[in-house]
């Protein structure tokens, strides 16, 4: 499996609290957004996803938000668990050429 | 159903040897990707297969990668000569056809490849 980046942006919260991961994108013709979610020795799993068309999309305790005018997502977690620890990648895909752009990862750690 | 699986789950060779990764995807889905991270960086894109044909290549690094899909099955990618940079996790994913273009791609765990 694959360890953690030594060199990942990290945001650490206290359990129980609300995390904020952020995201920007690059290509304007992306319209379709994914978060992956990372755990260590695993591959990336799916999370959430939003089409270009909607601005907010809800899961069980995560909020994807979309901001098309400034190329930005954001994951919004609620109620922060330890078993959400891991890293989180953004995604964006034309859907046109279905590749997928990842960016960097945010690593989420969940203080007890 | 089985996800999607990659062999080994890790691989240490010397630089200037070869090595060859292993995906099987979901069954039944068409396509298949490969991608890279190298360490703390993003997951970088390097070939996409539909079926057993290369739709996009355009993320391979050089010609010391070679990806194949005899069949539309299984998918190889085989690095030789292997150099220090190739260091890095190589993930697969499969994905079957979605609506307007939007599959979800399905991830294996991947490959850790170290070059010494």
């Known amino acids: 499996g694959e360890s953690v980046g030594l060199h990942l942006p990290t945001l650490s919260v206290q359990e129980g609290d609300n995390s904020i991961i952020n995201c920007a994108y690059s290509?304007?013709?992306?319209?379709?957004f994914i978060w992956y979610k990372q755990e260590s020795g695993k591959g990336p799993q799916f999370i959430i996803d939003?089409?270009?068309?909607?601005d907010k999309r809800q899961g069980q305790r995560v909020t994807v938000l979309l901001n098309k005018t400034v190329k930005h997502l954001s994951l919004q977690i609620a109620a922060t668990q330890p078993g959400d620890s891991a890293v989180y990648f953004c995604?964006?895909?034309?859907?046109?050429?279905?590749?997928?752009?990842f960016g960097t990862g945010t690593r989420l750690k969940v203080l007890a | 159903e089985a996800g999607v699986t990659q062999f080994p789950s890790h691989s240490v060779i010397e630089k200037g040897q070869t090595v060859t990764l292993r995906c099987d995807p979901i069954?039944?889905?068409?396509?298949l990707y490969w991608y890279r991270r190298v360490m703390g960086k993003e997951i970088k894109f390097l070939l996409h297969?539909?079926?057993?044909?290369?739709?996009?290549e355009s993320g391979m690094p050089n010609n010391r990668f070679l990806a194949e899909r005899t069949g539309g099955t299984y998918s190889t990618l085989k690095v030789q000569p292997a150099e220090l940079e190739d260091s890095g996790v190589y993930f697969c994913?499969?994905?079957?056809?979605?609506?307007?273009?939007?599959?979800?791609?399905?991830f294996g765990p991947g490959t850790r490849l170290t070059v010494l």
């Open positions: 995604a964006e895909v034309d859907s046109g050429t279905y590749k997928y752009i």
């Open positions: 069954s039944g889905h068409d396509n």
């Open positions: 939003i089409r270009s068309n909607m």
């Open positions: 290509n304007s013709a992306s319209d379709y």
């Open positions: 297969f539909v079926k057993e044909s290369k739709q996009d």
């Open positions: 994913a499969s994905s079957q056809e979605g609506l307007a273009g939007q599959n979800e791609q399905f």
